[in-house]
């Protein structure tokens, strides 16, 4: 596992850094490294068929591939970036996808092919991305409806703020629930079903490192308010959070069997020790090099 987190958090890294233009086409399902390799260029373009999700959590892992640092730059300071990733929830409308911040452009898949040849074709001048831009003008559209995240901005920055433990995150859920108003009611139906096929300690991790990450964007003095800091930490979680019981038991259920009943250890948020969470977080052991990026 050490070579390959290694390898994909390096890669990560150096596509946030790449100096020529940098296009993702994610005209389809793009979840987990797909959102890694997508989510940290400069451009992002999302069809009518883009599926867009980071489920890591249903396997008793966590949203890693520097999803964090894309949520804490999502509205609602980082609110709904941490729904995302705390639940799973799947994004399947460009208006959400731009919403979000993991597309910038909305280009109609029937325009995909004329934008690929023309990109072939164009003669870049010293400004290569005075050039993409032009293109990306011609091509991309408006999307045709709202984004509907917006419309539930108000609650999911109440639910899922920072300063949220999983417990009060549940509990708030279940008061939204019982509204009046029935697209609220269905979103937290929905939000409680997501964090219910999350191994515990999984949803506990990432709270606690999307709280800590959001809480530190924009202040320069924090190591993770740049991506590679948090590439660093995310290193010290996976390696760890791979060796646990929880990951050999989310990938036999989901991938493997397919049975969809994972058994998690522990089975419930309230038995998870806040202690063994933290621990993940720590330098790692003498012996195991940090990751140089």
Known sequence: MIKV???????????????????????GITMGFGIGLSGHGRYRIVTERTLLAMPENGIGLFPDVGFAYIA????????????????????????????VGLGTHYVPSGNLSSLKEALLVTSFSEDPHKDIGELLVKYSRDPESEAQLKLLMPQIASTFSP?????????????????????VSEWAKEALLG???????????TQKHFSRVASAHGKNESHLCSLSGVMKTEYRIALRSSLRDDFAEGVRAVLVDKDQKPKWNPSSVEEVDLNEVEALFEPLNQGTEELSV
């Open 72 to 99: 804490a730059q999502s509205p609602g300071e980082g609110s709904v970036g941490a729904y995302l990733g705390m639940t799973g929830k799947r994004i399947s409308t460009p208006a959400d996808a731009l919403y």
């Open 163 to 183: 300063d949220k433990s999983v417990n009060e995150i549940i509990e708030e859920l279940k008061k939204h629930q019982l509204s009046t108003d029935s697209i």
């Open 5 to 27: 987190f290694t390898a994909e958090y390096s890669l990560i890294c150096k596509i946030s850094e790449y100096k020529k233009p940098y296009l993702s086409l994610m005209d």
């Open 195 to 205: 964090l219910a096929k999350g191994a515990p300690f999984s949803l506990c991790l």
